[in-house]
DNA sequence: AAGCCGTGCAACCGCGGATCG
DNA sequence: CCGATCCGCGGTTGCACGGCT
């Protein structure tokens, strides 16, 4: 049976959204919280479709959210984490709280397939094991870090972190359009790229500990990665990793 | 100066799993 | 149990921009 499109509705709007639009989903948002996004379009009075709302909360107006450059450490999470996992980007980015799985999905195409192919067609699958295992260690110490200031970060906070986060988003959103104003004589377009674009030393400030890793119970993959004592008992993983069918890596 | 081309990224599409009545 | 609906995910597209000729 067909299932219908999610948004048969006369007139809905597409392509990039507004500033308008946005201060419209984030305090409809702040005063409702994230889900039921099926009503949101209908509460608001966007012209949007609920997915839309959802894909421009989550990848973009969620507070938290970190933008711009890729850290070396975070870059060879990624590399390590898509090998073990494949193109689960929604998986490997519980693993990077801040990023989202769009931005790291979009940065694995753009950059790091390249990057990759480059790399690998410059190393003996020798020299690549080798290499892997030394970033494995700098992967395992990003993920460490990462973790720790998850945890420090919801020791110090309330029990109650949507306030914050719904407040953290309206700040966000303001600093958005207090640039837009300022630079709206440009065109639509242009202020899309650069005025949503918060600095990673901005997005530290904001963050709010809305992260999905702490709590959860150490998978395979995280006991493997903290294993410091015996790593070359995993090797099979790396084994399995290089061997796995990774046409898109290798 | 104008056109072309490659790149980066926001957003859309369609599928599959989860949930609800 | 089953069909309908919702939600999340991954793949893909389309557009803006910058560099090059």
């Known amino acids: 049976m067909g299932r219908p499109p999610c948004c048969q509705t006369i007139s809905v709007k597409k392509g990039p959204w507004t500033p308008e639009e946005d201060i419209i989903l984030v305090s409809y948002i702040h005063q409702n919280g994230p889900g039921n996004w099926r009503s949101v379009p209908h509460n608001t009075g966007l012209s949007r479709c609920s997915k839309s709302c959802r894909l421009r909360w989550t990848n973009y107006l969620r507070p938290g959210i970190k933008r711009g450059q ?33 931005d790291i999905k979009n940065y694995w195409n753009t950059h790091l ?34 973790l720790s200031l998850t945890k420090q970060t919801h020791t110090s906070e309330s029990n109650t972190p949507s306030c914050s986060s719904y407040a953290l988003s309206a700040e966000n959103i303001a600093r958005l359009l207090k640039n837009w104003t300022k630079n709206s004589t440009r065109s639509n377009s242009e202020s899309r790229s650069t005025q949503n674009c918060v600095s990673v030393e901005e997005s530290s ?7 999905s890793v702490g709590g959860v119970p150490l998978t395979l993959l995280e006991t493997w990665l903290f294993d410091d004592v015996a790593p070359q008992n995993h090797q099979h993983l790396i084994n399995f990793s290089l061997q796995d069918g990774h046409q898109g890596l290798f």
């Open 70 to 102: 890729f850290s070396d450490h975070e870059e060879k999470m990624i590399i390590h984490l898509q090998a073990l996992l494949g193109n689960r980007w929604a998986a490997i980015a519980s693993y990077l709280p801040r990023r989202t799985d769009n």
């Open 205 to 211: 400030k904001l963050e709010t500990g809305v992260e």
């Open 113 to 146: 397939k390249k990057k990759l192919k480059v790399y690998e067609n410059g190393l003996s699958k020798g020299q690549w094991e080798r290499r892997v295992q030394t970033d494995i260690e700098t992967a395992k110490q990003a993920l460490k870090e990462a």
